[in-house]
């Protein structure tokens, strides 16, 4: 099993939706948790760092149930811009571990 | 300020040749980090330098692999004897101090490996 499991997608969206995205890790070790964005043959970049009590940034909200081992990413009112694939981290001590994304394509 | 850097971009190479990949992070970082991205997969990680040591080598996939860090600056990751397999995007991420659950990691582009 890995350690970052996420949904594929990809999710189609029609501009101005809400989308939801949803992660499992297997570590309980797992401190710390972000999101982060990477758009088609770019690097990935961070969006937002998710608390336990959980946290909005504009148009996105993060959450973290860590008795359920589950991390979720919403985002409101779509973007054309919205468009990439989000990845799931899980933070232990020295490394990250990524999740595989998922894919969001945001349509006109 | 620049951001961190990789080079090359692109590299093609035969089956069994040697390559080299660099990575210049961002100026003061004491962190770097080597990841592998396969086509439609997620990031791998591979080696975390602290300063110049590396206390976690083990996403490295085979000894064929072997990556060093000089100066707490620049780092090189070398594959020998390159295999298909090891075609992917190798990515390359600094941080400022290296608590990866803290603080943000930056990314370079990557070089993107094609092994014939």
């Known amino acids: 099993r890995k350690e970052v499991e996420q949904d594929p997608g990809p999710f189609n969206v029609p501009e101005g939706a809400t989308v939801a995205f949803n992660c499992t890790y297997s570590?309980?070790?797992?401190?710390?948790f972000f999101w982060y964005r990477q758009d088609c043959r770019k690097e990935p970049k961070l969006l937002m760092s998710?608390?336990?009590s959980g946290n909005e940034d504009g148009r996105f909200t993060a959450q973290l149930n860590r008795a359920s081992q589950y991390i979720s990413l919403l985002i409101r009112d779509s973007k054309l811009s919205d468009s990439a694939t989000y990845l799931c981290?899980?933070?232990?001590?020295?490394?990250?571990?990524f999740g595989t994304g998922t894919l969001l394509a945001v349509q006109p | 300020g620049a951001g961190v850097s990789q080079s090359p971009s692109n590299k093609v190479t035969e089956k069994g040749k040697d390559v080299e990949l660099r990575c210049d992070p961002i100026?003061?970082?004491?962190?770097l980090y080597w990841y592998r991205q396969r086509l439609g997969q997620g990031l791998e990680f591979l080696i975390y330098?602290?300063?110049?040591?590396?206390?976690?080598k083990s996403g490295l996939p085979s000894d064929r692999f072997s990556a060093e860090r000089t100066g707490e600056s620049v780092s090189t990751l070398t594959i020998q004897r390159t295999q298909q397999e090891d075609s992917a995007v190798y990515l390359c991420?600094?941080?400022?101090?290296?608590?990866?659950?803290?603080?943000?990691?930056?990314f370079g582009p990557g070089t993107r490996l094609l092994v014939l």
């Open positions: 991420a600094s941080s400022l101090v290296g608590r990866p659950s803290q603080e943000t990691q930056y």
């Open positions: 570590n309980s070790a797992s401190q710390s």
């Open positions: 998710v608390y336990s």
């Open positions: 981290v899980g933070g232990a001590t020295n490394k990250l571990i």
């Open positions: 100026s003061g970082h004491t962190a």
């Open positions: 330098f602290q300063g110049n040591s590396a206390p976690d």
